[in-house]
């Protein structure tokens, strides 16, 4: 048994004894139970290949505490609350921060706030669609995700609600004594022809230990759309596997732009499920990585339904000894006629020492549809380089900006101007020539 | 400033294992202009590549001197921040970079290594503006990312931009007329002609005779297979224009002679 094992052992027999106000033991028992005969997946499994998990599983891991106090500085350096007086729902260590969030909100039905609140007050939605979606069954991370839910953000919006400023999803770690883990879990339905943006956000500061293992489950009713953002910033220590669960109703749209560029090792897995026909996804996603970091991408666009459209671009930026990976997966089952699908993976790698793997995979079952997809690997374009500095620029300078407007097509895809603005300074903020990038735009 | 402002002295070159230039000398003096003509793969090019810093081509023998120092020595920013400016014969497109914002930033990277204050985007706003009068680009050109887009005379026009605002000492226009339509080679022969000062040299590098009418150089010099085969006034322009470059080649008399055999 691995440290990791004797560590999710425990602390699920702590999480027993408290089952007096456990409102789901069958669906904790039943996730447990199939973590246990699933283990850790290794680099054996087609899934996790490229990336592995030896180094989690000799962690000792202790479930996070609440905090007493939590020292607002370096909430603040991790995260500044949008001046737009848009909801934020924050948790730290996993824990909902009341004190930290919006009041639990509401208007006209619709409902923002912790999952805990969600079920106090909507008990029957939460338990119909909480865990039918993401499928523990098939994935050791879910289930192990599912057997320790505790808290999370639920949104709900019902049919026809349109909410115009975006909904904040803080997940901020701090610095405890040993490494810790917590397990989000978000819950978004949203009704029949209903709108809004969720921008969730995972920070932590440089030097915490620990390991986030999140699931969101999207589900939209008919007609409904929903913007979903995803700023992944944990600390470079850190471990953060994650899984963004979209079922897709007749005629919806989903939007994801994913930004990865923290932890130590992050799997971000997207998928997206078109359960019924008309419907529309786009993924989009940027990682970048430096210094020793691990960032796999993961998706799986399921059109299971026909007439559907889905759009995915990837890119990746690797620099120093760092690892990406891209592995998208499409597939067009056979009644997916009239399915429109591109998928593209772009990586560019400015260092010797990196190395990225892609994987795009393109099944089709169907025989009436438009399907393409491409990957690349490129390194910067001395032309372009030696351009630059003709002109001036210092080597260093050169290549960031030539990095930057590699990376900047992802962040001129966002249409928000805040979150725009937001997502160019982190990207700049991660290039080694941040200074001469500060008003590129 | 004693001595002129560049001076090349037997420059060898080679990419690989091809040797390009083979021995250029070559004086130019402030104020002055000088065309390089000559055929395709005669060097011209690599000429104005080894100036401006391209490392793909290594320099195997000679010097160059500019403003009296060791130009080699210097990587292509630095020669920039002296005041040496290339326009590229292909200019580079970098989707993503304002043009702007782009040209701001070495110009202000060129500042501040000259201890000079930078511009912020106001004032740079106002000075780009009336450059880019010099060579009729409208107001839609701030907008655009480098190059991305534009056309072939478009392109052409932003790298006079581009010296317009670098203001150098030294410019080196490679092949700046290849691909104009007769208007668009107009536009950017009186943008380089505003920009002739006595402080300033110029090389203009170019195939044919038609930009030197525009842009009257004060010397011309013919390259063939990497080395200056023949100097002149204008007047050797309308020449190689009326005889095409058999009249300074050698080897296609030998061969042609060798074929007759």
């Known amino acids: 048994m691995t440290p990791l094992d004797r560590s999710l052992r425990e602390g699920f027999s702590l999480l027993r004894q408290r089952s007096g106000v456990d409102p789901m033991p069958a669906l904790r028992e039943a996730a447990f139970a199939r973590f246990a ?27 996070a505490e609440a905090k007493a106090d939590i020292d607002e500085e370096l909430l603040r350096g991790l995260w500044s609350p949008p001046a737009d007086g848009s909801i934020q729902v ?3 260590d996993g824990h909902h921060r009341p004190e930290l969030s919006s ?31 993401a499928d523990f069954r098939r994935d050791a991370l879910t289930a192990l995700n599912t057997a320790f839910i505790e808290d999370g953000a639920f949104i709900h919006l019902p049919a026809g609600a349109v909410l115009q400023s975006p909904i904040h999803l803080l997940f901020l770690s701090t610095v405890s004594r040993g490494a810790t883990l917590s397990h989000p879990r978000n819950l978004i339905v949203a009704g029949r022809g209903s709108e809004a943006t969720v921008v969730e956000t995972y920070a932590g500061p440089s030097e915490a230990t620990y390991f986030t293992n999140a699931v969101t489950e999207v589900v939209l009713d008919e007609g409904a759309r929903l913007h979903h953002y995803k700023l992944q910033q944990e600390s470079e220590r850190a471990f953060h596997i994650a899984l963004l669960q979209v079922s897709h109703g007749r005629d919806s749209r989903f939007t994801s732009h994913s930004l990865a560029l923290g932890a130590a090792l992050a799997r971000n897995d997207v998928r997206a499920l078109f359960a019924a026909e008309g419907s529309e996804c786009t ?27 889905s759009r995915e671009l990837y890119k990746g930026v690797l620099d ?3 690892r990406g990976v891209f592995s998208g997966r499409v597939l067009v089952r056979e009644d997916a006629q009239k399915t429109d699908a ?8 400015v260092s010797e020492g990196a190395v990225v793997d892609t994987k795009p995979q393109l099944e089709i079952f169907a025989d009436d549809v438009k399907c393409a997809h491409g990957a690349a690997v490129g390194e910067l374009d001395e032309d372009a380089l030696f351009y630059l500095r003709s002109r001036g620029l210092g080597r260093e300078a050169a290549r960031s900006l030539l990095t930057y407007a590699f990376a900047s097509e992802m962040v001129n895809l966002i249409p928000l101007a805040p979150l725009r603005a937001r997502v160019r300074e982190l990207v700049t903020s991660r290039l080694p020539d941040r200074e001469s990038l500060r008003e590129v735009a | 400033m004693t001595g002129p402002m560049l001076r090349i002295r037997n420059l060898r070159a080679r990419v690989a294992d091809k040797e390009i230039l083979r021995g250029i000398d070559l004086e130019v003096g402030a104020g002055e202009v000088h065309a390089i003509m000559g055929p395709n793969g005669s060097g011209k090019s690599t000429l104005a590549q080894v100036l401006a810093g391209r490392d793909t081509y290594s320099v195997t023998g000679g010097e160059v001197l500019y403003q009296g120092q060791d130009l080699l020595a210097l990587p292509p920013e630095e020669r920039a921040v002296a005041g040496v400016f290339m326009a590229f014969q292909y200019p580079v497109e970098i989707p993503g970079v304002g043009n702007l914002y782009f040209l701001r930033t070495a110009l202000n990277a060129i500042r501040k290594r000259r201890g000079e204050e930078e511009l ?13 009068k010099l060579v009729a680009m409208d107001e839609s050109f701030t907008g655009r990312s480098v190059n991305e887009g534009f056309s072939g005379g478009e392109k052409k026009r932003n790298e006079i931009f581009q010296m317009a605002v670098l203001d150098p000492r030294l410019a080196i226009l490679d092949e700046t007329d290849s691909g104009l339509d007769i208007d668009a080679l107009r536009i950017v022969a009186n943008g380089v002609n505003s920009l002739r000062s006595p402080d300033r040299a110029m090389i203009v590098i170019t195939h044919y005779q038609r930009l030197l009418e525009y842009v009257v150089p004060d010397r011309v010099h013919v390259m063939d297979n990497g080395r200056i085969v023949r100097s002149g006034d204008r007047q050797l322009a309308l020449e190689l224009e009326e005889k095409g470059y058999a009249l300074v080649q050698e080897q296609p008399a030998a061969r042609a002679r060798g074929e007759a055999r």
């Open chain 1, 37 to 63: 005969e699933l283990g850790l997946p290794t680099t054996e499994s087609e899934d996790w290949k490229y990336t592995s998990l030896a180094a989690l599983a000799q962690m000792r891991l202790e479930p």
């Open chain 1, 90 to 92: 924050v948790f730290v």
């Open chain 1, 103 to 133: 009041p639990a909100w509401g208007s006209g039905g619709s409902f923002v706030g912790s999952l805990r609140a969600g079920l106090a007050r909507n008990r029957d939605l939460v338990a119909c669609e909480l865990a039918r979606h």
């Open chain 1, 283 to 309: 993924l989009n996603g940027l990682y970048m990585a430096a210094g020793k970091q691990h960032l796999d991408n993961r998706t799986l666009i399921d059109h299971k339904s026909p007439r559907c459209t």
């Open chain 1, 320 to 322: 120093g000894n760092s």
């Open chain 1, 342 to 349: 591109r998928q593209i993976n772009k990586n560019l790698v």
């Open chain 2, 120 to 132: 912020d985007a106001m004032d740079f706003l106002a000075f780009a503006r009336e450059k880019m």
